[in-house]
């Protein structure tokens, strides 16, 4: 197989390109430098196309190995032969090798193989050949076969072995496994049944059937954990009139042969005993994995929509962990993070403290002159956001609060880096810390706990971990680096996240600042320990450091692109000072006017990098994310009894799924949008969304809501 080609014919890239790509990933090169510094050679490969490419790369990759070991296996046992050596090198799946594979398999102990053991095959091939007529007859063939001294005594254990070789053939032929796999999977169903007393969260499976080629991915995994859970029993079914008929047709011959009985007998043994089951288990496991692929994307969009949450710039944060018996915990922090003040207050039952909890809050409010409160979703989010909305009426300060998803929170506040963090502080307060960040900058928080603690995917738990793991991871390091961080200011799990870096490098960054009171230019960093000048190259485009005199270290243009960029400022008439104070409104037309193409041919860089170097010149020190819609802050709430169908609303959305995205609505009950109501844009996790209240079921706490105009 010709990697390079089947890559570049699978993706639609241009062949040149795929093979750039890939000679760039096995030189060691981070994704994320790749798709940002790299793209005169891969044609401006975005993150995700790399990522698929590398993927399907590894696949391709393994699939060679194992045909080479398939191949290596048969030759040894003396059978490999040019034709099936041909199959096994043009075959596009692992499925297919396995397949052609499977004869030749070293197996364990099966009735075939006993049979063979005993002498049988000679007559099993003599039957499976279905001659008109036998010389001698089968009966008298069969009786040539007995031999107690192998368990064959009698002329029916001659034939009993001989239909058990047949049946394992057919079963084991590539050809035939093939063609019934697509029959099963093209009019095959699912179906689901209740198992003992069931449960009552997988009643709508209870007695379920549906077309294997098109149940949703939910559904299967939905169906795989009620399995697990002993409350479902799944099978797969294809009509056996179907199957049969068709296999009998492929096996038995159409002529008058005294074999026919036996050969048929042994098909119909091998589809109910070998085949049916085998096939039944290998379209499951495509189901899962299918469905898993999917999860794993829904998953990873919504991480990527929560990463890229627009932060609150420039705001002092209360941050309002809720909660019941132990009371809420309260933590302040300036607008560079640092916790300036905690509390506790307790507000609902049962100590129902209300007026000392709003003395607490109205102090904190004036004495940090406190501009949004943080509040957490949790257990008491209610009670606690009816407090707040009612405590800001009662105040001068215009204070206002925004609902922040508190999914990890917990998980970090009681790790090992958060008591490094925040060692003299209760984990509950570190909670309310968290809670707080992640409004001000939901990544730089974010990034600290575990993607799936962070609770915005379906059925993670079922999910293949290594698989969700590098996906996620994946969504992780590409939004970093996409945004870029201030390498005086960002933590080091922040900074392990960026191209190039680990994070035993990311400490010593950390503990380099701390020791010179911070970097002063992107050179410095070489002289971090065990940030050598490969890791350089490979993260420093993504480092900014803005107290630098060099403009450009506050910038996403890479070290190397230094001399370009100098050499165009001066070309036109800039200087360092003018890109300072953002005074290149007419450098970008003069690049046109002088010809784009003919100015990056003499700066001795590609078109790609040009556009972006001018677009990192006109925006120094840039987020990405200040551009997108801020966070919905509220100064007062609804709730239920407030909605009635026809009202149009602004909310944010919270999660998205197969099925639909649940849309927060200020009424502490999230809303669905149904997948079929999404028009023809995706929501993403984060994404503020205007939309109309179709249905409000106050019995069953649901909100049915359709996309506004």
């Not at 043009?90 to 102990?109: H, I, N, Q």
């Not at 004495?367 to 957490?376: C, N, P, T």
């Not at 009426?393 to 790790?415: D, L, R």
């Not at 990192?616 to 997108?628: H, N, T």
Request: net charge negative; with cysteine; hydrophobic share 35%.
């Amino acid at each position: 197989m010709d990697i390079i080609k089947t890559l570049a014919e699978e993706l639609k890239i241009p062949i040149d390109k795929t093979e750039a790509a890939v000679s760039l990933l096995d030189e060691g090169n981070t994704i994320p430098f790749i798709a940002r510094y790299r793209k005169e050679r891969t044609g401006s490969m975005e993150d995700k196309t790399l990522r698929d490419l590398s993927d399907r790369l590894e696949y391709l990759r393994k699939l060679e190995e194992r045909k080479a070991e398939v191949l290596d296996s048969i030759s040894s046992q003396e059978k490999l032969t040019p034709e099936l050596e041909q199959k096994i090198a043009s075959a596009g799946t692992l499925t297919a090798v396995e397949d052609l594979y499977r004869p030749y398999r070293p197996k364990r102990r099966t009735r075939a193989s006993d049979a063979r053991d005993k002498g049988l095959e000679d007559l099993a091939l003599a039957i499976y050949a279905q001659l008109d007529s036998y010389s001698p007859s089968l009966n008298a063939m069969a009786d040539g076969f007995i031999d107690p001294d192998k368990g064959v005594e009698t002329r029916e254990d001659a034939f009993s072995g001989a239909r058990d070789i047949i049946a394992e053939d057919v079963a084991d032929s590539a050809e035939l496994r093939g063609e019934l796999r697509v029959m099963t999977w093209d009019y095959g169903r699912i179906h689901a049944k209740k198992a003992g007393d069931g449960n009552p969260v997988y009643a709508m499976y209870d007695d379920y059937s549906e077309p294997v080629s098109r149940i949703a991915g939910h559904r299967i995994l939905a169906m795989n954990r009620g399995e697990n859970e002993k409350a479902l029993r799944i099978s797969i079914e294809l009509e056996d009139e179907i199957a049969l008929n068709w296999l009998l047709m492929k096996t038995v011959s159409s002529k008058v042969s005294p074999a026919r009985k036996y050969v048929e007998a042994a098909v119909l043994d091998s589809y109910d005993r070998l085949i049916k089951p085998s096939i039944e288990r290998e379209i499951r496991s495509t189901l899962t994995d299918n469905a898993s692929t999917g999860a794993i994307g829904v998953f990873s969009d919504n991480l990527r929509g929560l990463l890229m949450g627009a932060p609150l710039k420039g705001k002092t944060v209360m941050g309002f962990d809720p909660g019941y018996y132990n009371g809420c915990k309260l933590a302040v922090v300036d607008e560079t993070g640092k916790v300036l003040e905690t509390a506790a207050i307790y507000p609902h039952q049962p100590q129902k403290k209300t007026d000392e909890a709003a003395k607490t809050m109205k102090k904190l409010i004036r004495d940090h002159r406190i501009e949004v409160i943080a509040l957490g979703n949790g257990t008491a989010s209610k009670e606690s956001e009816i407090f707040i909305s009612n405590l800001l009426k009662t105040i001068p300060e215009e204070v206002k609060y925004a609902i922040v998803s508190e999914s990890g929170a917990s998980v970090w506040s009681a790790s090992e880096d958060a008591g490094a963090e925040l060692p003299d502080m209760d984990v509950t307060r570190r909670s309310a810390v968290s809670i707080a960040r992640r409004l001000q900058d939901p990544l730089a928080e974010l990034v600290k706990i575990d993607p799936k603690a962070i609770g915005v995917g379906q059925y993670q738990h079922d999910l293949p971990q290594k698989e969700l793991d590098r996906a996620l991871d994946g969504v992780v390091e590409d939004v970093v680096n996409e945004v870029g961080v201030d390498v005086n200011t960002a933590s080091y799990q922040l900074l392990s996240h960026i191209s190039g870096l680990n994070s035993t490098v990311a400490k010593n960054i950390v503990k380099k600042r701390g020791d010179t009171g911070g970097f002063k230019s992107r050179a410095e960093l070489k002289e971090v320990p065990r940030l050598g000048e490969r890791t350089f190259v490979q993260s420093a485009g993504f480092l900014r450091v803005p107290e630098s005199n060099e403009i450009l270290d506050n910038t996403g243009v890479h070290p190397e692109s230094y001399p370009a960029a100098k050499e165009l400022l001066k070309r036109f008439g800039y200087t360092a000072a003018d890109v300072r104070e953002g005074r290149l409104f007419e450098l970008r037309a003069k690049i046109i006017t002088a010809g784009a193409e003919d100015i990056a041919e003499s700066l001795g860089i590609g078109l790609p990098t040009l556009n972006d170097i001018v677009g990192e010149l006109e925006k120094p020190g840039r987020d990405i994310r200040d551009s997108l819609p801020k966070p919905e802050l509220r100064a007062d709430l609804m709730d239920l009894d407030s909605l009635h169908p026809g009202m149009t609303l602004s909310g944010t959305v919270r999660n998205v799924t197969d099925f639909g995205a649940f849309i927060d609505i200020g009424v502490h009950t999230d809303g669905l949008l149904h997948v079929s109501k999404f028009g023809h844009t995706r929501p993403e996790v984060e994404q503020p969304i205007r939309v109309k209240v179709l249905s409000v079921d106050k019995e069953r706490n649901r909100i049915g809501l359709d996309r506004a105009e």
